[in-house]
């Protein structure tokens, strides 16, 4: 969606976690990261992060890190990196007996209600990455929330008591340290690890942060174990221990910021093969914008025509060849099945021996263009035109659809062709726009095709309307005489549906006896069987 993007003339925006990110904005959209200074000195303490062996010893600490701040009456935010996670921290909590709350994607429908509470002394809540972004955690509670709950009659006094409540527990958060932020792994990216750590210390309030990791994390495993497992032997350490060291912060953040490289080279290599098709895409939507705009394109049409009936005698008869060589028997096919032309060439080419190549083509496109302006004259040039916009913008969107499949379906196995010492980057675009141009050669000839062979059918004009017809002549009954018509008429029918009883012309073959057809067996086994 980078193009998308770049379709707008103006780019813009605004984050909290963007300075990490500023060489790709720079490098994709040619924006420039400019930091804006917090409105209020930011007094947060992000402490160093603490590695331990084992995941198990880590989630131990987060538990006595807690326990710690539950007891202090400190609020707790925990950021996880999965649903998982979220609920296995849960169930320890759970186990300990510490009441919390859990927002993850599970819980969207209280994440409101939750966030509001999460800045209350002693709560703790656990947090999955994407849950709660964009909503202060206000210290103490909400205290607006709050007052909307009491409903919208409430005294001045019911208001007062609530604020002095809640500012009596601000106070007391002010005091244990702010909100704290738990990180349970650290992330791929840092600006993701940057959005946890901004949670707290908002508008000028304290707080603190710190991560716990173990050389058992999927960072730590795949780009930092090495180093950093290197250096806890070196310092002999034991299970239950941590390292606490800026080296050791360093070397995580080197960690992150190979992944961020490899993200960053993984997104520039697909943009660099989308490109390919962005190109064909301004194309292709210039040129469908015109057609909309433009009320009458018969010029179009005109210079289509002659463009695909001059390729379809390319075909059967080669520019500049001899007479020997032309295929006039397949060019008076293609033109009556592609363009529904009936045209007696070989008989031209019998009266007339000075036709050549050229004063052929002419006659041809004279002949296609005679056959067109005849139908456009049955419907009018109105109408005509409406259709022939319609027609080409159908076709255009069903070929575009179609490419699009297949320029993607090039690219998914493109990468096969560096097998073979070749740039699969310049064999995408070299089969990509050989693709591009034998697609709109398939537009412009099908467009052209629909229209040289389309007919138009008048509607017959509506037929006379049928005479009334006369009225009957009615005749009258006395209701006695009709019932005994009724009568009279229900005792021959039923004489009719007497029909006469079925006479057999043969005596009737017993199932014991022998079978008329001479097989020897019983009726009832052989023939007997099937009547």
């Given at each position: 969606f980078q193009n998308y993007f770049r379709l707008y003339n103006t780019l813009s925006g605004m984050t909290g976690t963007a300075d990490t990110e500023a060489y790709e904005f720079q490098e994709i959209y040619g924006l420039e990261v400019v930091v804006i200074p917090t409105h209020l000195p930011m007094v947060r303490n992000d402490m160093g992060d603490l590695v331990y062996l084992t995941t198990v010893e880590k989630y131990d600490a987060i538990l006595e890190d807690i326990r710690d701040c539950y007891k202090r009456r400190q609020p707790v935010l925990v950021g996880t990196t999965s649903i998982e996670t979220s609920e296995y921290l849960s169930g320890l909590l759970t186990k300990e007996k510490i009441p919390h709350e859990v927002l993850n994607a599970k819980q969207h429908e209280r994440e409101a209600e939750i966030i509001a509470q999460a800045g209350r002394p002693g709560s703790v809540t656990i947090a999955t990455n994407m849950?709660?972004?964009?909503?202060?955690?206000?210290?103490?509670?909400?205290?607006?929330?709050?007052?909307?709950?009491?409903?919208?009659?409430?005294?001045?006094?019911?208001?007062?008591?609530?604020?002095?409540?809640?500012?009596?527990?601000?106070?007391?958060?002010?005091?244990?340290?702010?909100?704290?932020?738990?990180?349970?792994?650290?992330?791929?990216?840092?600006?993701?690890?940057?959005?946890?750590?901004?949670?707290?210390?908002?508008?000028?309030?304290?707080?603190?942060?710190?991560?716990?990791?173990?050389?058992?994390?999927?960072?730590?495993?795949?780009?930092?174990?090495?180093?950093?497992?290197?250096?806890?032997?070196?310092?002999?350490?034991?299970?239950?221990?941590?390292?606490?060291?800026?080296?050791?912060?360093?070397?995580?953040?080197?960690?992150?910021?190979?992944?961020?490289?490899?993200?960053?080279?993984?997104?520039?290599?697909?943009?660099?093969?989308?490109?390919?098709?962005?190109?064909?895409?301004?194309?292709?939507?210039?040129?469908?914008?015109?057609?909309?705009a433009d009320d009458d394109i018969g010029d179009t049409i005109d210079s289509l025509r002659e463009e695909v009936i001059n390729k379809t005698i390319s075909i059967h008869i080669p520019p500049q060849s001899l007479e020997e060589q032309w295929d006039v028997?397949?060019?008076?096919?293609?033109?009556?099945?592609?363009?529904?032309?009936?045209?007696?060439?070989?008989?031209?080419?019998?009266?007339?021996?000075?036709?050549?190549?050229?004063?052929?083509?002419?006659?041809?496109?004279?002949?296609?263009?005679?056959?067109?302006?005849?139908?456009?004259?049955?419907?009018?040039?109105?109408?005509?035109?409406?259709?022939?916009?319609?027609?080409?913008?159908?076709?255009?969107?069903?070929?575009?659809?179609?490419?699009?499949?297949?320029?993607?379906?090039?690219?998914?196995?493109?990468?096969?062709?560096g097998y073979a010492q070749r740039n699969p980057k310049q064999e995408y675009k070299r089969e990509a726009f050989e693709m591009f141009s034998a697609m709109l050669d398939r537009i412009h000839q099908e467009a052209i095709s629909v229209l040289a062979r389309i007919q138009f059918r008048q509607e017959e004009p509506p037929p006379p309307p049928k005479p009334a017809p006369a009225p009957a002549q009615m005749h009258y009954e006395h209701a006695e005489v009709s019932a005994l018509s009724e009568e009279q008429q229900a005792e021959a029918d039923g004489k009719e549906a007497q029909a006469a009883p079925y006479v057999r012309d043969e005596r009737k073959v017993g199932r014991n006896e022998p079978c008329p057809c001479g097989s020897g067996k019983k009726y009832k086994h052989c023939h007997g069987r099937l009547s």
């Open positions: 849950a709660g972004r964009g909503t202060d955690i206000v210290l103490g509670g909400n205290l607006q929330r709050e007052i909307e709950q009491l409903g919208a009659d409430v005294s001045a006094e019911a208001r007062s008591k609530a604020k002095a409540e809640w500012q009596e527990r601000h106070d007391l958060v002010l005091q244990a340290g702010g909100l704290h932020i738990i990180g349970t792994e650290r992330h791929e990216s840092r600006r993701i690890d940057n959005q946890l750590r901004g949670r707290a210390g908002r508008q000028g309030d304290p707080g603190s942060s710190r991560f716990y990791l173990s050389l058992e994390d999927n960072l730590m495993r795949i780009f930092a174990s090495e180093r950093v497992s290197g250096l806890m032997q070196k310092l002999g350490m034991e299970k239950g221990e941590a390292i606490e060291h800026p080296w050791v912060t360093k070397a995580i953040e080197n960690a992150q910021r190979k992944v961020e490289a490899h993200n960053f080279d993984i997104r520039k290599n697909l943009l660099e093969f989308d490109d390919v098709a962005n190109d064909q895409r301004k194309f292709v939507y210039n040129w469908r914008n015109q057609l909309l028997e397949g060019l008076q096919k293609a033109l009556e099945t592609e363009y529904g032309l009936v045209l007696p060439i070989q008989q031209w080419l019998e009266e007339d021996n000075s036709l050549h190549e050229d004063p052929l083509r002419e006659r041809i496109v004279s002949a296609a263009v005679e056959a067109y302006r005849s139908k456009e004259s049955t419907v009018g040039a109105a109408v005509m035109r409406q259709f022939e916009k319609s027609i080409l913008l159908q076709v255009l969107d069903t070929h575009w659809k179609e490419h699009l499949a297949a320029v993607d379906y090039l690219r998914q196995g493109i990468h096969l062709r």
